[in-house]
């Protein structure tokens, strides 16, 4: 059986989706102490003005605090804020309408960790766009290599770039790409409203 080891992400790109399909297993790391700046709590989406980049707020945390204990801040209204983003930047195209049910409620009822926020959105996702694989949260922090499995969890990530030999993503129509131009590896919503029902082939494609 094929293993990846990934971070949690909340509402991943589309590269983070590409190892899900690829592997047979998936293991979350929530062990690790918490870094700031990476897809755990953003995503970046195409909005009217180009990259838009939508972040979760979480509480103040203390050093070495694990990434399983960090819990989402809601002072402020950032899932109105968050939902306002996505349906502006998404509501003309084609499948918005039909899978935005099913998002709402995410953004709309509380839900205390952050881990448990990610991976309730992930387990949707997976299903609407008919990926298996057995996700599994680490049960403790995974020494780099320690398991001999495919390593992820810094290298998807905003801040880096690294060669990814396994992933290649071909073109797809964007909302706004007529106005600007196509970005990649957005967060799979892009994809998912943009590419709908063929999603799945897409995603195939994807692998190298």
Request: with cysteine.
């Amino acid at each position: 059986m094929s293993k990846a080891i990934l971070s949690t992400a909340y509402l991943a790109p589309i590269q983070y989706y590409s190892k899900l399909l690829k592997y047979d297993e998936a293991l979350i790391e929530v062990y690790e102490n918490y870094p700031k700046q990476t897809y755990r709590n953003r995503c970046s989406i195409y909005g009217a003005n180009g990259l838009l980049d939508l972040s979760i707020p979480v509480k103040k945390i203390e050093t070495k605090t694990k990434t399983k204990d960090i819990k989402i801040d809601y002072v402020t209204n950032w899932q109105k804020l968050h939902w306002k983003s996505i349906e502006s930047a998404y509501r003309s195209s084609p499948y918005f309408e039909y899978y935005a049910d099913e998002f709402l409620p995410f953004f709309t009822t509380k839900t205390d960790f952050l881990i448990d926020y990610n991976l309730a959105l992930q387990n949707l996702i997976t299903i609407i766009i008919g990926i298996e694989v057995q996700i599994k949260n680490t049960d403790k922090y995974i020494v780099y290599n320690e398991l001999a499995v495919s390593d992820y969890r810094e290298l998807i990530n905003p801040k880096k770039k690294f060669i990814d030999l396994d992933f290649k993503q071909p073109e797809y129509t964007q909302v706004f790409s007529t106005r600007f131009s196509f970005i990649p590896n957005l967060s799979i919503i892009d994809l998912l409203f943009n590419v709908g029902p063929d999603s799945l082939t897409y995603l195939k494609s994807t692998i190298c």
